[in-house]
């Protein structure tokens, strides 16, 4: 099978299915998240001589890595986390398949690691899904999520950008965030952690930004909150993200609400819900923008009534309100404590974008090669 790079061609090695049909069906119903994995998973090369090659569709299996492989040692590596859904009309597609490929390219040019075309990035998702889309839940609410990744695959203790690498697709059936319903979390304030600073990673999906992020979410359950809320590293001051999520904040209410986010500075990565979620509230006629909000802003606006909602968004969850904040110097209150209309508007908007029941009037779905009567 060709890729439409006509560069890059791809080995297909089908495997049995290796569950019976009711049994897929059955863990399909409940598949949690990131604990069941389909048949199959893409793999292509790159070495600095040759480049991408050896692009191959094989069974899932376990890596075998050599002690001295380079990403062990230094982190070299990246990674992108997207969903396929089952359509309304019937069919399998992506959300926002050429953008998680664009911010894919763009983490791998900070990481120090090769690019690689979104030609490609798109031809692997099509071949992963043209193999295993009797994957796909069909409830409402679930999905595939597809984890495309990048590491250092050199054997060398020498620390230097490495001359192999490593791409992978996995993917993984993926059932409802808040399967009781959409629940708001209560947030803790770290103000002796710092996500990313400026010149850093911060923008790039790698994994050392989140086993950074660790203690301070430890430290947030210490505190009875449920996430961890990032300010910039300089002041700790003005707000950035929750956890590994984009944050949205409301005010007022009504056909006059006001949507604003965190502008991106070069330590917030650039989320694709967050870019989503920007168009979708101007299409409801919304006034959205990108700005700044401090704490004592965050917590002014909440005491006076004028910020009404505030919102975390991300590809897992989609939206996840926030009901109340804590911090070592008070904790208050967000609206009523319960999920704000313009919030739950604006997820109901893109859950059914998403799933083929709205227009997709931003050609945001990408079909792929899996047929309607798949």
Not at 160 to 180: D, K, N
Not at 238 to 248: A, D, I, K, R
Not at 289 to 311: K, N
């Amino acid at each position: 099978m060709s890729s439409r790079t006509s560069t890059i061609k791809f080995a297909i090695s089908h495997v049995p299915e290796r569950l019976p049909v009711a049994e897929r069906e059955r863990r399909l119903a409940n598949p949690g998240f990131g604990r069941i994995f389909t048949e199959h998973m893409v793999r292509i090369l790159w070495d600095s001589e040759h480049g991408w090659h050896d692009a191959n569709l094989m069974p899932y299996a376990p890596l075998s890595l050599d002690p001295g492989t380079s990403v062990l040692h230094y982190a070299q590596a990246v990674f992108e986390g997207l969903k396929a859904f089952r359509q309304a009309a019937g069919g399998v597609s992506a959300f926002r398949a050429e953008a998680h490929a664009a911010r894919f390219r763009n983490s791998a040019r900070r990481l120090a690691l090769p690019e690689l075309p979104e030609e490609t990035f798109l031809d692997a998702i099509d071949v992963l899904l043209a193999a295993d889309h009797k994957w796909v839940p069909s409830a409402a609410e679930h999905s595939l999520y597809l984890r495309p990744l990048m590491y250092a695959s050199e054997v060398s203790l020498s620390v230097h950008p490495s001359s192999e690498v490593t791409f992978l697709l996995i993917a993984s059936p993926s059932g409802s965030y808040f399967p009781r319903g959409v629940k708001p979390v209560t947030v803790w304030l770290s103000e002796d952690f710092s996500r990313a600073a400026p010149g850093g990673t911060g923008a790039a999906k790698t994994g050392g930004n989140y086993a950074g992020g660790l203690l301070a979410q430890a430290e947030a359950a210490e505190q009875g909150c449920d996430q961890v809320v990032w300010l910039d590293s300089s002041e700790h001051r003005w707000v950035e993200e929750m956890g590994g999520m984009n944050l949205f904040f409301v005010f007022g209410s009504g056909p006059a609400a006001r949507l604003m986010t965190p502008a991106l500075t070069g330590t917030l990565l650039p989320g694709i819900t967050r870019d989503s979620l920007l168009v979708l509230g101007r299409d409801l006629g919304y006034t959205v923008e990108e700005g700044r909000i401090s704490v004592e802003d965050w917590r002014a606006g909440c005491e006076d009534g004028s910020l009404t909602e505030v919102f975390a968004c991300g590809t897992a969850a989609v939206i996840t309100p926030v009901a109340a904040v804590k911090s070592s110097r008070g904790s208050w209150a967000v609206g009523n404590g319960e999920p704000g209309q313009v919030s739950m508007r604006l997820r109901k908007e893109l859950v059914d974008i998403q799933r083929g029941a709205a227009p997709d009037r931003h050609g945001w779905l990408y079909p792929g090669r899996v047929s309607s009567k798949s």
